[in-house]
């Protein structure tokens, strides 16, 4: 695309020339017209969202009703991936984004990358840099940039089936090697499988690479893109010859996540752990998980570790709001950006439905939500037992704007293993050839 | 690729003299103004795009470093792609498969009910067209579910013989997991057509034939079957041409066989995946544009093979 | 050419031999029936139903089709509703836009001996190989251009174009429409269009309703153009805000507390409705009408 970069700029500058008077009116294709919520104050000036938090509209209605000087318009484009597509699509056609964008973290990059994301800095990020932690706000930037407000993480834990364990006799691992342990024992006794290794979740298997110490990522955007890739280090191949084995003596599955298989596996017993982030109960509950025969049973404990003398946290997941370049007033929506999902009532709402682990440190150092009893895990303190102790230890990962195609190679390659075509090892070796290809062909100086 | 079929199906025909009377200039305009709003969307929503996707394949665009004029280079990249490569041939043993079994079906189904005249054939008829009716993303969700292991009819089947249900969704049988979709989907459409064709023969014919002491076998076999021969030639064509881009299923079962339905699955697929999630645009028209090519060349072949090039085009 | 079918209907009387074929044809019955079947059934079920070890393919205890229908149409504000109407909206306009444009191009095509017909013929054949995902991509961008994405016509328009459409009107009015009728309107001083609404409309309706039929067919079904230009959601049509369904019930903490599974299910069964009925009711004419273009 010729727009791609300074084209495109002028594009939206002019666009909002045009809408910029006809506001809330509607005009100017629509900007403001097609709203989900109820714009309150006709009046304000309009900053348009795309968002797919499942408790959004009350979100945005509580942002709408104590803002006066600005409005939220906000839609749902579509869950994860296929906003993505669709702000990508805008992106490059350099029209038809919204002012700001709820975007993963890992994703931010990408469309920094390509211009489309404006630098927080100078634009209130300053104001509220002490409310979250440093990890939270390394996954946000890109170099010395800030592209986006964080708002909930995923940090990670091991849940489990307790009444699984008790009847095999096994108490949560703390290890990797106590894991496939436990795994073998409820195998031998003919028990269900222990976990699984899901082809189609690379993010939440660079997760596990990160949790061994391996960095497979170094950006720096200052230098004309100069990205590191460390794809086949030892700790890589360790992680992935470990999860091949499992998969290769039958003690985990190798089925995707998220589907309707998997979920009625879950509900089944099919599975004695299920290792996941924070708001993973929120999902669960929603496919039907721990509301029929199998309530009551769910338990969470910290994920194993490889040195547990050295224990890494690890994240999966979570979103940042972004403003983007296609804007009519950055400084608007980045008000937008910062105080939405902000307010004490909406992060509450997000915690108790445990629709959102908040990275909000107001809420992460609240007594309320750290002792808070989850109804899911039968009243275990899972926050103060797993996620408070794992979001605080959480470094924060490297991000790079090749994270699509890193995804769609490494679902390729865990793909290889779960059929049994290649080894960890060999994996990872086909895995860092794939991606350095990407980024070399991308421009990108390869380290 | 429009352009480029323009002169290979015309010159197969000899160009009629028009008729030259005294109202054919009105007659002309009159034809043209026939034919205009239809141009004008074809030009806007066709012809432009096309121009425009074609303009686009002729640059390449890296994240760092822009985009610049790389004239062909795409489209030799294409061709030495692997991932385009085996999308190619993915698609061609495809079609080599589904299409001939699907026909087989399609016209099996259609012969049974040309031969059957009762209530019940008539319901069949209906039922059997009735997937046609169902957005791909519906049927792609039943068959998602359908094929499952947990909970789908086949596990209950597989748990009476005492076998683990077979994994459609697995990157083994994914092959046949989507033949079944697109045959449950379109076999009843190919077999409506072919059966309309077979309604509309002379029943004189059999007459005759039966006289001369031909079984339905025969009749089937010597009359009926050349008869709709072109209206076979016709949806082998439309199977093939769709069979090539195949797109919709694999794609709408992908979340579900994220494993065995990679992005690079198909070559229409690879183009979607560089375009609208890689923001390639360029390298997504070139693909586009090879596998155009690589239609219109399956499909001449095709048609030369069966020298009836002139029957559908005439 | 469509009466042909039903008057037929008496021909062979019924043979006891043919009673494999019978049974055989009962066996693909069931095999093109079971997804339907499945959906009706399912979408009875609550998501412990769907997903508890059931019989999927029979009802679960509670068949509670109420309190899904009630879930369907309350849930995310009702929208669904909506999206049936958007989906009404681009079957009618854009089936019936690509119907008209169709039924005068096809006419013109083959009742007129105008300069350009055999190049323009065969560059409209040729573009029925055009895969419709490559156009999708540069349309966006021009639509972009013209703030026309995010818009109903964004979507509706696309759908005009039916190069199909326009083949096979031209080859049933090249044989339905008796040129002796046209030049014997004209020598009664009728004009062209007249002609053709008074003369050769009337011939071609069966044509015309079986081209109507499968673009509001192929408009109702079309997912990866509205998925592309749309990013509303309250401009979705069923097939895209099913896709969003499906994709939010699978994503991460994007379904919140609540399953979508069997709202998906039930909007599916009631999304295939009206496309099933206008075939049932209609059947009369597009079965003769399917086999245009076949037969010459």
Known sequence: ?447 | MTLSLTPSTSTAHPVRAARRRAPARRKNLAGWLFVAPFGIVFVTMLILPLGYALYLSLFRRALIGGTRLVWFDNYVKAFNDPSFREGVSFVIRFSLVLIPVQMAISLAVALMLDLMVNRFARFSRLMIFMPYAIPAVIGALMWGFLYSKNFGPLADISSLVGADAPDFLGSKLIFWGLFNVVTWQWAGYYMIILFAALQGIDPSLYEAARMDGASQWQIALRIKIPLVAPALLLILVFALIGTLQFFNEPKILQPLAAGALPEDFTPNMYAYEQAFNLANYNYGSAISFSLGAVVFVCVYLFLFATRKRGSFLS | MSSGVTQRGSRTPRRPRYLPLHVLLAFLVVYFLVPFWWLIVNSSKSSAGLFGGGNALWFSDDIDYGENFRQLFTYGGGIYRRWLLNSALYAVAGGVGATVLAVLAGYGFAKYRFAGRRLAFAILLGAVMVPTTALVIPTFILFAKIDLTNTVWAVILPTWLNPFGVYLMHVYARDAVPDELLDAARVDGAGEFRTFLRIALPLMRPAIITVLLLSIVASWNNYFLPLAMLSDNRLFPVTVGIGLWQSTASTYGAAGGQSLWSIIILGSLISVVPLIVAFLTLQRYWQGGLSLGSLK
Do not use: H
């Not at chain 1, 979100?59 to 009703?65: G, L, M, R």
């Not at chain 1, 280090?233 to 309707?260: H, R």
């Not at chain 1, 400084?331 to 105080?339: S, T």
């Open chain 1, 1 to 447: 695309m010729l727009s791609g970069c300074g084209g495109g700029d002028d594009d939206s500058a002019a666009d909002g020339a045009g809408t910029a008077s006809a506001g809330a009116g509607g005009g100017g294709g629509g900007k403001a017209a097609n709203c989900t919520n109820k714009v309150r104050n006709e009046q304000a000036p309009v900053v348009t969202m795309w968002a797919w938090y499942p408790n959004m509209e009350k979100v945005v209605d509580n942002f709408n009703s104590q803002n006066d000087d600005v409005q939220i318009c906000w839609t749902n484009a579509g869950a994860g991936p296929d906003e993505y597509e669709k702000f990508q699509t805008a992106v490059s056609a350099g029209s038809g984004a919204p002012d700001v964008v709820m975007l993963e973290a890992d994703r931010i990059p990408t469309f920094q990358v390509q211009d489309a994301l404006v630098d927080l800095k100078g634009l209130g990020y300053e104001d509220v840099k002490a409310n979250f932690s440093d990890g939270a706000w390394k996954d946000v930037s890109v170099g010395d940039g800030v592209f986006g407000a964080p708002v909930d993480g995923g940090p990670m834990g091991m849940i489990y089936r307790k009444d699984v364990f008790d009847k095999y006799g096994i108490t949560p691992p703390k290890t990797w090697d106590e894991y496939e342990a436990a795994a073998q024992k409820v195998k031998d006794a003919g028990g269900p499988l222990f976990g699984d290794f899901p082809a189609n979740q690379p993010a939440y298997v660079t997760a596990l690479l990160y949790q061994n110490g391996a960095q497979p990522f170094n950006y720096s955007p200052s230098d004309g893109g100069t990205i590191g890739i460390d794809l086949d280090s030892e700790a890589v191949k360790q992680v992935l010859d470990y999860w091949a084995g499992l998969t290769s003596k039958g003690l985990v599955g190798k089925q995707d996540q998220f589907t309707p298989e998997y979920i009625s596996g879950v509900i089944g017993g099919d599975y004695a752990t299920y290792l996941s982030a924070a708001w993973a109960p929120g999902y669960l509950q929603g496919a039907g998980v721990g509301t029929g025969d199998d309530k009551g049973v769910w338990a969470t404990a910290p994920l194993p570790q490889w040195d547990p003398s050295n224990p890494v946290q690890v994240n999966w997941g979570g979103s940042a709001f972004s403003v983007t370049k296609q804007a009519d007033n950055p400084e608007l929506a980045a008000k937008v950006a910062f105080g939405v999902y902000a307010d004490d009532a909406s992060l509450e709402e997000g915690w108790k439905n445990q629709i959102i682990f908040p990275l909000s440190l107001k809420v992460l150092n609240d007594p309320a939500f750290i002792d808070y009893k989850v109804p899911f895990f039968n009243g275990q303190q899972a926050n103060k037992e797993v996620y408070v102790p794992a979001a605080n230890g959480y470094q924060g990962m490297t991000y790079t704007p090749i994270g699509q195609y890193f995804y769609t190679a490494f679902t390729k390659q865990i793909a290889a293993i779960n059929e049994g075509k290649a080894s960890g090892s060999e994996a990872a070796d086909a895995l860092q050839k794939d991606v350095e290809g990407y980024a070399k062909e991308q421009g990108f100086t390869v380290q």
